[in-house]
């Protein structure tokens, strides 16, 4: 006979009272919790300050994204001329990470090869870790990536948001070159799902989550797109806490990795409820939580462990990667 812990007692209490879920979806919550358990018993990991973002092109993005429009570039510390310079204050204040980021090119791609000596004297005379996202790539540049302590992944499901939402003529098989890539290379990947972006909605995620798992990920990110002002998409609505679960739940089955709820989510109280069906649904990891996120750990009995200065899909036993050039 199976034991049930008071950990999952206590969350199917908890499912059985919610109203934004149906009843086939909170059986597959639970399931999804049990699951959580028995990976990573009663621990959660909050991740209450992120990695410092540089933007490696200033607010410049030959893209666009419907869904951006380089807003975010605008929130980014400016590391276009003096990476090697910024990097090294940011160490001399105590920061732990960085993460590399900026505007796209028109191939796609992140420019970090182009840095790269900068990056390297970074490794060298900090002990900063180094996450960055780098887009869709090439092997050749996959190559060029190996000072990378993480090297984040936007997956997306369908052809259409790629062409008509980041305005590339790509596929998802480019996608999925990247992350074999990386994986040939072995630098650690933490592939981004973005939910609500694909008009397909979960369709479209829950592919998206296929081709992830196939590559080795550390961690799983789970990101729900915001309207944002400035942009074609500011009228969009986020997507439904239903639909999210219904990925939360299905990579916490398939994926014996972290789960992580990314901080790039929408506020206010759509983020309060967000967290409690996350934390319900098997997340074991969540960036910059709520106070519900709080609330509803210590009610499920889940022992909290925070990680100040640390993005939410890194590992608590990695350690930076040696300046091997």
């Known amino acids: 006979m199976t034991t049930i812990t008071r950990e999952e007692r206590i969350a199917a209490e908890e499912i059985s009272r919610l109203t934004l879920v149906s009843n086939s979806l909170k059986d597959a919550m639970l399931e999804s919790f049990t ?3 028995e990976l990573f018993e009663d621990v959660i990991h909050f991740y209450p300050q992120p990695f ?22 605008k929130h980014m510390i400016d590391a276009s001329q003096n990476l090697t310079r910024v990097g090294e204050e ?17 191939e796609g791609y992140v420019p970090l090869y182009q840095h790269k000596r900068d990056i390297w004297k970074i490794k060298e005379n900090t002990s900063l870790l180094i996450s ?35 305005g590339l003529e790509k596929t998802c098989e ?29 369709e479209s995620e829950l592919h998206a989550l296929e081709i992830a798992r196939k590559y080795k990920p550390n961690t799983i990110v789970i990101v729900i797109f915001i309207p944002t002002p ?5 009228e969009r609505n986020p997507p439904a806490i239903e639909n999210i679960i219904k990925i939360v739940t299905t990579a916490r089955t398939t ?11 929408p ?41 100040p200065g640390l993005c939410c899909p890194w590992q608590e036993n990695q350690q930076p990667k040696p300046p091997t050039q």
């Open 255 to 265: 994926i014996d990795v972290p789960i992580s709820l990314s901080c790039v989510r």
């Open 132 to 166: 960055a996202h780098v887009g869709m790539i090439t092997r050749e540049q996959a190559r060029e990536l190996h000072f990378l302590d993480t090297a984040l992944v936007d997956v997306i499901g369908d052809n259409r948001t790629i062409r008509e939402i980041l």
């Open 52 to 73: 410092t973002p540089l933007s490696l092109t200033g607010e410049r993005c030959e893209l666009s994204c419907k869904h951006c429009n380089a807003h975010y570039l």
């Open 267 to 307: 506020g206010g109280r759509y983020r309060q409820l967000l967290d409690h069906y996350a934390i319900l649904s098997g997340i074991d990891r969540i960036a910059v939580p709520s106070r519900e996120a709080y609330r509803t750990a210590e009610e499920l009995k889940l022992k909290i462990t925070e990680h």
């Open 174 to 202: 480019d996608i999925e070159n990247t992350l074999r890539y990386l994986n040939d290379e072995n630098i650690p990947t933490a592939p981004h799902i973005i939910v609500g972006l694909s008009e397909k909605g979960p």
């Open 230 to 234: 400035d942009t074609p998409l500011r």
């Open 90 to 106: 940011l160490h001399n204040r105590g920061t732990t990470g960085i993460i590399l980021s900026g505007g796209s090119t028109r």
């Open 35 to 37: 699951r959580r358990i």
